[in-house]
């Protein structure tokens, strides 16, 4: 018997108590989940566009996870509130929740009030992916253009929920890359709702997410004026991007870019800090095959809620780029943005 086939031979043993070990460490997490039920919180109430999502992707993770999957709405502080908790949660697999991962970190880096969580040490389980902020502006106002905006001498109201929503960080940004005054009105119940506030004339500037923008303007109550990144939306190939505004600054092309840097960070299920490696290698399969299922993805093309699967060590990778880029004059300078629109 040779050196070699012996060197095989150990290998081929090796990797089959290997195999064995993975197989029976997922068959005892597919047990412990048997007949017990997985909370998937969201940090707003009914009716907005992740509550949408998380009970889309709700039977899909029943079925992946082998348990009884529901969802569940703790809106506070725009998403804050349930994040904290989940931070806290006993890491026994059973709480998870869809987070707006721009806001989030965007919200932890800034140093919000009421942020308790960390997301560098937060468990993260996949994502639906990304897709860019679009610019509103209420079908009978005056806004046709982010050049309009850039031309205000008055204050401009913007709609949000809470301080991590994406609508109130986002509205800062772009009012000091357009260098105008802004207000941001915050405490909507939804986004939905500051989408109301925006077609009634109670504010004048909102951004939401590419696939709710579409249903909005669907609605003929308000337009679209930019897409927030530099391609075009999908949805709205013939609205300009907000790079293309006439006579933008190198200093107004930095926040607009800090913002799109962040923004690649899009909606992820995240689970406390402290799982055990096998449960969690087993909750993040389950992600990654209810995300990947074809019905799944079939249900967002219909409902135009798409499903772009980004695996747990994309999005780890993402953030640890993003906090390396967020040095204290960066952080300082976010601050003192925001802090003018409040």
């Known amino acids: ?17 290997g195999l064995s070990s993975a197989v029976r ?17 969201v940090g707003y109430a009914p009716g907005g566009g992740y509550d949408v999502y998380a009970r889309m992707i709700a039977p899909y993770l029943k079925k992946y996870l082998n348990a009884s999957v529901v969802v569940e709405n703790k809106p506070g502080a725009g998403g804050i509130t349930a994040l904290n908790g989940i931070y806290i949660a006993p890491p026994d697999g059973l709480q998870l929740m869809l987070v707006k991962g721009n806001g989030a970190i965007l919200a932890q880096i800034t140093q919000q009030s009421g942020v308790r969580y960390d997301m560098q040490k937060l468990n993260f389980l996949g994502g639906t992916g990304f897709s860019p902020d679009v610019l509103l502006a209420g079908v009978n106002s005056s806004i046709k253009s982010a050049a309009d905006i850039a031309r205000r001498k008055d204050q401009m109201l913007w709609a949000a929920t809470g301080p991590m929503d994406g609508l ?29 506030a925006l077609a009634r004339g109670e504010s004048e500037g909102m951004i939401t997410n590419e696939s709710s923008a579409y249903n909005y303007v669907k609605s003929e109550s308000v337009r679209p004026i930019a897409t927030m990144s530099h391609n075009r939306s999908r949805f709205f190939p013939d609205t300009p991007t907000i790079f293309e505004t006439p006579g933008l600054t190198d200093e107004g092309k930095f926040w607009l870019n800090l913002r799109t840097n962040i923004d690649v960070f899009g909606r992820i299920l995240v689970a406390p800090p402290g799982l055990s490696k096998e449960r969690l290698a087993y909750m993040q399969d389950a992600t990654r095959k209810a995300l990947t299922d074809p019905d799944l993805k079939a249900e967002g093309e219909k409902s135009l809620r798409y499903i772009e699967y980004q695996d747990a060590e994309q999005i780890r990778k993402l953030e640890t780029d993003i906090f390396k880029q967020m040095d204290a004059s960066v952080t300082e300078r976010i601050n003192a943005v925001i802090k003018k629109t409040d």
């Open 168 to 196: 109130s960080d986002g509205a800062a940004l772009i009012c000091e890359s357009l260098s105008i005054k802004c207000k941001v009105i915050m405490g909507y119940r939804t986004t939905n709702d500051a989408a109301l």
């Open 25 to 41: 460490a997922q068959s005892s997490e597919s047990a412990y989940f048997e007949g017990k039920t997985v909370r998937i919180v």
């Open 1 to 17: 018997m040779t050196r070699t086939y012996l060197l095989r031979a150990a290998f081929v043993c090796v990797a089959a108590v």
